[in-house]
Structure formats: structure tokens, C-alpha cells
């Protein structure tokens, strides 16, 4: 009788074992990150991984399993969500767009105006090698064409806000590395989620296009004017105008303060609604609207003790981790008819290619010319710290969808294509088990080097100098300027 009532449905299951994950790390929060050192998205991608089909099966938001998704997946005795690929899209969509938006928040006051050129470097010659880097690796590991290659590396230029979030703030090793720093990679990670939709276009519009004028032509027009050009400037106009309007509104005592908290993220949402429904650059609109909206430092101190960015990581980002472990196309990792050339061996060496090569050499070789780079090693941090997450995840599917139906809507899976296969049909089954591998690996790798770095540190000590606690030190990076003339916000300390 009492068994006749449980319902362990997929949705009850989900609710149970997600908020349980959450409600044990955050008893431990602080344990995990200053003296385990580890940050929350690699292991909410793990506990992700063995809830899902591969391991234990307890979670599956689609009905697709460790065989993939042929046929079985309308099975719904199997167990699942029935979620698709428009799923993800929208996803993380919406927890990048809040992410961008955060950043653009935190961000010293009146930062662009004088950190601009840093910036500037990483967003262009920084990203365009790394772009062009990764379509070789693509086409030289996996024999795919020109246009498929570019498609796949734009997926992977973007640094992650959510894994930088998680890797440079809130934690002991952040206080390790100087604040102008952390800022410059923040200021990277919110915009170039954004500025990686040009790259992206180049592969997809080269693939889908009748001619390379109607191609340059679309390009231009739609992707660097509308949606790059014009999501920036309509974010910035937002953020702007609604500072102004809950200035107005706090000045007269209208909200109160979880109003004010909240208002927070119902400006990120709405950020993300206007950019997708004008068919323009969401990230970039709620990265300008977040920015233009705490220009100023104003909202800032008002809302510094509310910790609003810590507690979207903890729900938001970390819920879309373990999202993604559940969902990682594990059957897409070996090779299949229409794509031959995947397979296990090439993905690894085409991880190991990516880490070491997309960014640390390009930024060891122009530090020199950034001026927020001031040692060698800091450039050696910067380059590594470049990690591929949820964003890399959605222009993937952006892609695909594209590569689909000539829309920026996926089916819920790939279609099934007949023989002989397309370049555009090859394209749609090889990009997201690429940029999804990838993805894999960087949250991973990024997401344990602050335990990597943290004990070389202490083993690098004489044993006199080192930490009573393993890996326990927490004064600043060998190799990295703390302080006097290098010091970046001295006007913002004055104004705090």
C-alpha cells in the first residue's frame, strides 16, 4: 500500500537529488574551496555524470541513453525528461546571459574607459589566434573542410564567465592573484561570449550560403551590425536608462530592499529576452546593459552585501553543470558512419591541443602590449585561465540549428541523413561531440588547477615558509606585482 503512493517520477527524482547536491556542498562550502581548493563546476559536472545513463541512470533529461538517441529516445518507458537540444540552447542561454550581465555589474567603476586596451588585446588578436589555431587542429585530427573547422574552433574561443566566476572570485587562491587581474579575465569572459558570434558566422554562413558575396554580405550586415554592433549599444542604452530609474525609485523610497536585490536579475532576464527576440547578440546586450547599468559604482555599493553573484553560482550555474553531466553524448565519442574520423585517441590529443596552444602562446607573445599583463608569469596565468564552458555549449547548438533548418531553433536531435553525406550534414553530427568533449575537459582541467597551483606553491616553499595546512598559503602568486604603482582601481578604493 505505502509503495503505491511513492511517485519517483523523473521530475520528483530530479528535484530530490539536485537540491541534495546543492544543500551538501553548500554545508561545506568554504571547506571546498580554501582547503580542498576546488571550485563548483567540476564537481557538479561529476555528481552530474553519475546520476546520469552513463553510470547509474537515475537521471535522464531526454530519452536518449548511453546508446544515443536512435529511435529509442520516443521510448518514454525508459525513463526521462524528454528534453532536446532546444533545451540546452535555451539553458544556457539564459545562465550565460545572467552570468554576462553579473560581470558587467561587478566590474570597477568606469572600467572600459581605462582598461579598454587590455581588453581590446584579448578580444581581437588573442581570440582571432586562438580561432584559427583550433580550425587547424580541427581539420588536421578530424579531416573535416575549411567551413566545418572554423565552425567547431568559434564554439571554443570564448573564455567561460561562469567557470572564470568560479575559479577567480570567493574563494582564498582569488585573494593569491591581483585584482587587476581577475578583472581583465572577468572583463574577457563577459564580452567575448559575444564578440565569438562573428567567428562563428563565418564557418556557418561559408556552409549555408549560395555565394561568398551573399555570405560577406549577411555577415556583415546582420552578424557585426545587428547583432554585435547594435545588442551592445541597445544593452548599454538599457543598463543606463534603468539605472536612472531605480535611482529615481530608491531616492523616493518606492522599493524596498528585496526589491532592490531582486531587480538585479529581472534586469539580466529581461536583457536576455530583448537580445533573443530581436534576433541579436544576447550575450552582448546583457554584458552592455550590465555594465552600462553599474557604471557608475553606484549599485554596487549599494548591493555589496548581498552576495547576489555567489548565490546565482550556486543555483543557476552549478544546476546547469550537472545538467551537462547528464547529458554528455558519450556514443558521439566513437566513431560513426557519418563520422569516421571521431574517436577517443584523437579527442584526447585534440584536448591536450587546445589547452596548450589556443591561448598561452598568443598571450606570452603580446603581454608586453597588454598592459594589465605586467610579469611573465601573469601572462603564463592569463593564458591558461581561458576555460570553455556553457557558452562554447550554446554556439554549438546555435550552429547546428542553423546547419539544420536554416534557423537559430535546433531539432530536439540531430537528424538522420542518408548517404552520400554533405559537408553541411557531416557539420551538424561532428560539432557539438567536439565542443562538448572540449567543454568536458576544460571544466575539468581549469577547474583543478587552482588545487595544481596551490600545491606547487607550498611544495616550492622551504619547509620553514610553508603553510601549517597543505596548500594553506595565501600570499600573492610567485611572480605576480601586489599593490604600489601596479595596483589597477586606486580611484575605486578612494570612492568606496
Known amino acids: ?46 555528481f552530474g555524470i553519475l546520476l546520469g545513463p552513463r553510470v547509474l541512470g537515475w537521471l535522464s533529461p531526454n530519452f536518449c541513453g548511453v546508446n544515443g538517441c536512435q529511435g529509442k529516445e520516443m521510448d518514454q518507458s525508459g525513463g526521462g525528461w524528454g528534453w532536446g537540444d532546444d533545451i540546452i540552447q535555451e539553458s544556457t542561454r539564459v545562465i550565460v546571459g545572467i552570468q554576462v550581465f553579473a560581470i558587467g555589474v561587478e566590474l570597477p567603476k568606469y572600467y572600459a574607459s581605462r582598461h579598454w586596451k587590455s581588453v581590446a588585446m584579448l578580444l581581437g588578436p588573442v581570440m582571432t589566434f586562438g580561432w584559427l589555431v583550433c580550425a587547424g587542429f580541427v581539420a588536421l585530427l578530424f579531416k573535416t573542410d575549411l567551413a566545418t573547422s572554423l565552425t567547431v574552433a568559434a564554439c571554443l574561443t570564448p573564455t567561460d564567465p561562469v567557470l572564470a566566476a568560479s575559479i577567480l572570485s570567493n574563494s582564498q587562491f582569488s585573494t593569491r592573484v591581483p585584482k587587476r587581474i581577475k578583472d581583465m579575465l572577468s572583463a574577457e569572459s563577459g564580452c567575448n561570449d559575444g564578440i565569438s558570434f562573428p567567428f562563428l558566422y563565418v564557418g556557418v ?118 545538467y551537462f ?29 587546445v589547452i596548450a596552444f589556443r591561448r598561452i602562446p598568443v598571450v606570452l607573445a603580446l603581454y608586453p602590449w597588454i598592459p594589465d599583463i ?26 547546428r540549428a542553423l546547419l539544420e533548418n536554416g534557423s537559430t531553433s535546433p531539432d530536439p536531435h540531430p537528424p538522420n541523413y542518408g548517404r552520400p553525406y554533405t ?44 603553510s601549517n595546512i597543505l596548500a594553506g598559503e595565501d600570499d600573492p602568486l610567485d611572480g605576480m606585482e601586489h599593490g604600489g604603482s601596479v595596483t589597477s582601481e586606486p580611484e575605486d578604493e578612494e570612492d568606496d
Open 205 to 322: 554562413q561559408a556552409l549555408i550560403s549560395s555565394s561568398a558575396g551573399e555570405a560577406a554580405k549577411e555577415w556583415f550586415l546582420v552578424t557585426i551590425l545587428w547583432q554585435c554592433v547594435f545588442g551592445t549599444f541597445i544593452g548599454f542604452v538599457i543598463g543606463t536608462t534603468f539605472n536612472r530609474v531605480l535611482r529615481f525609485s530608491d531616492a523616493r523610497h518606492y522599493i524596498d530592499s528585496p526589491g532592490f536585490t531582486v531587480f538585479y536579475l529581472l534586469l539580466a532576464i529581461l536583457c536576455v529576452g530583448v537580445g533573443s527576440t530581436l534576433g541579436s547578440d544576447d550575450f552582448l546586450v546583457a554584458f552592455g546593459a550590465g555594465y552600462g547599468f553599474a557604471r557608475d559604482g553606484w549599485f554596487s555599493k549599494k548591493t555589496h552585501e548581498t552576495h547576489v553573484p555567489n548565490i546565482i553560482d550556486l543555483l543557476l550555474n552549478s544546476g546547469m553543470f550537472v
Open 374 to 399: 605586467k610579469t611573465f608569469r601573469e601572462a603564463l596565468f592569463c593564458g591558461h585561465f581561458g576555460p570553455m564552458g556553457l557558452g562554447g555549449l550554446f554556439l554549438a547548438i546555435e550552429a
Open 1 to 46: 500500500m505505502v509503495w503505491e503512493v511513492i511517485e519517483a517520477t523523473p521530475a520528483h527524482l530530479t528535484y530530490l537529488l539536485l537540491s541534495t547536491f546543492l544543500i551538501s556542498y553548500t554545508l561545506f562550502a568554504l571547506f571546498i574551496r580554501n582547503r580542498l581548493h576546488l571550485s563548483e563546476p567540476p564537481i557538479a559536472l561529476l
Open 423 to 466: 559537408a553541411r550534414e557531416k557539420a551538424v553530427h561532428i560539432i557539438f561531440p567536439l565542443v562538448s568533449f572540449i567543454v568536458l575537459g576544460s571544466t575539468m582541467i581549469h577547474g583543478l588547477s587552482v588545487l595544481g597551483l596551490s600545491l606547487i606553491s607550498h611544495f616550492q616553499r622551504p619547509k620553514e615558509n610553508r
Open 325 to 353: 553531466g547528464t547529458i554528455i553524448p558519450w556514443e558521439a565519442f566513437q566513431p560513426h558512419a557519418i563520422t569516421p574520423t571521431v574517436t577517443p585517441l584523437r579527442l584526447l590529443a585534440f584536448l591536450a591541443l
